[in-house]
């Protein structure tokens, strides 16, 4: 168009009279949100030469109607993150999941608007959006968290027939190092820490707090139990057999803490599990239960009333003082699993007292320890 065209308003916004062709030119305004950077940006886009008034008329009036219509049918981010809500709702997630969820969404509407079509959203746009949490500062496993909940409800939209395909299909997953570690306790490594808790003291308020610190030790060690369920537990939850002649002590694992939120919780994977203890572990614990009677406790109350930052705190202090390497809370319950495998103790017993899936045992827990090598060549030999 010439730079020196003249156009005149008309009674209808968006429709001008051209002066030099003599024509109507139509100019269609217009809004999209950009999903890398969530601003919504203003478009607009001419029309030339149209013959008649009416027919600008109706051009304008098809171009709004079918951009409408457009937005309408697509099923956005938003969408999708109700209609998840709907499931946790009717399948009653816990609180800590829907949450968790709610916080994960929060992230990613950082860099993407909610009214988001998921129709528009390519692989570039996905990749884009992890590079650009990391960029924001979030760590590998929060990032880890967001890509499982654009994931989720994406799939969610799809399996309820929102959305015509599944763009997961085409997109490739991300790499994602969450950090996770594979450290196994030694024995020896173990009692270092024992005796730490078994030969000092940390009073507070007239009583000895290590006691405790080391009954939790060795139920991280000798059950595999997950931290949460270990602070949930009360006393009542060590049951001794009613058969004859049996002196087993067993733990009833059937709730979490969450130190977040300050709640119980079910256990991960709404698996309630009961435990056997060796009689080390038996020991320890009546010390602390006695001495829990004798200042006037009862059954119910929970043994460790300390949160997960607490008893962290205390296993990285136990390792910095004996010289250890420094040990997490998991990395107890990851060599629990591990010397069961090693034992020869059956998966379907190991999935019980751990209360994961044996697919996730081998994928997680199994691995070479030291000494292996040589079983595995000596059994190669004899071939």
């Given at each position: 168009m010439s730079k020196n065209s003249v156009r005149i308003s008309t009674?209808?916004?968006?429709?001008?009279?051209?002066?030099?062709?003599?024509?109507?030119?139509?100019?269609?305004c217009y809004s999209e949100v950009d999903p890398l950077t969530n601003e919504k940006k203003h478009r607009q886009k001419w029309y030339y030469s149209i013959n008649s008034y009416k027919e600008a008329k109706d051009l304008l009036a098809c171009k709004k109607n079918t951009s409408e219509r457009k937005t309408c049918e697509k099923f956005t981010l938003q969408q999708a993150k109700e209609l998840w809500n709907e499931k946790a709702k009717a399948n009653?997630?816990?609180?800590?999941?829907?949450?968790?969820?709610?916080?994960?969404?929060?992230?990613?509407?950082?860099?993407?608007?909610?009214?988001?079509?998921?129709?528009?959203?390519?692989?570039?746009?996905?990749?884009?959006?992890?590079?650009?949490?990391?960029e924001y500062g979030y760590s590998e496993e929060t990032i880890w968290n967001i890509n499982s909940c654009v994931r989720k409800i994406i799939k969610l939209a799809y399996k309820n027939?929102?959305?015509?395909?599944?763009?997961?299909?085409?997109?490739?997953?991300?790499?994602?190092n969450t950090g996770a570690r594979k450290n196994v306790i030694t024995k020896e490594e173990f009692l270092l820490l024992d005796?730490?808790?078994?030969?000092?003291?940390?009073?507070h308020l007239g009583r000895n707090n290590y006691p405790k610190y080391r009954l939790l030790l060795n139920l991280l060690y000798y059950t595999g139990m997950r931290i949460g369920e270990i602070i949930a537990l009360t006393y009542s939850d060590f049951m001794s057999s009613d058969k004859p002649g049996?002196?087993?002590?067993?733990?009833?694992?059937?709730k979490s803490y969450?130190?977040?939120y300050r709640l119980l919780k079910d256990t991960k994977n709404h698996k309630n599990r009961v435990i056997p203890l060796p009689e080390c572990v038996v020991e320890i614990f009546n010390e602390v239960y006695r001495d829990h009677l004798q200042h006037g406790g009862n059954e119910n109350a929970r043994i460790i009333t300390?949160?997960?930052?607490?008893c962290r705190m205390m296993i990285e202090k136990a390792c910095k003082t004996t010289g250890l390497r420094t040990y997490c809370c998991h990395d107890f319950r990851h060599t629990y699993i591990s010397n069961l495998i090693r034992l020869n103790v059956p998966l379907p017993i190991i999935e019980f007292v751990s209360g994961d899936t044996q697919e996730t045992i081998l994928k997680h827990y199994s691995h070479m320890f030291n000494g292996d090598e040589l079983l595995l060549l000596d059994a190669l030999e004899s071939m």
């Open positions: 009674k209808q916004p968006g429709i001008y009279k051209n002066m030099v062709t003599g024509k109507y030119d139509v100019k269609y009653r997630y816990s609180l800590i999941s829907v949450r968790n969820t709610d916080q994960q969404f929060n992230m990613i509407t950082k860099f993407w608007s909610p009214n988001l079509a998921i129709e528009d959203i390519t692989e570039s746009h996905y990749l884009r959006l992890i590079d650009s949490c990391r027939r929102c959305i015509s395909e599944n763009p997961l299909d085409f997109w490739d997953s991300p790499r994602i005796q730490f808790f078994s030969n000092n003291e940390f009073r049996e002196k087993i002590i067993r733990i009833s694992v059937n969450n130190s977040v300390w949160n997960h930052s607490a």
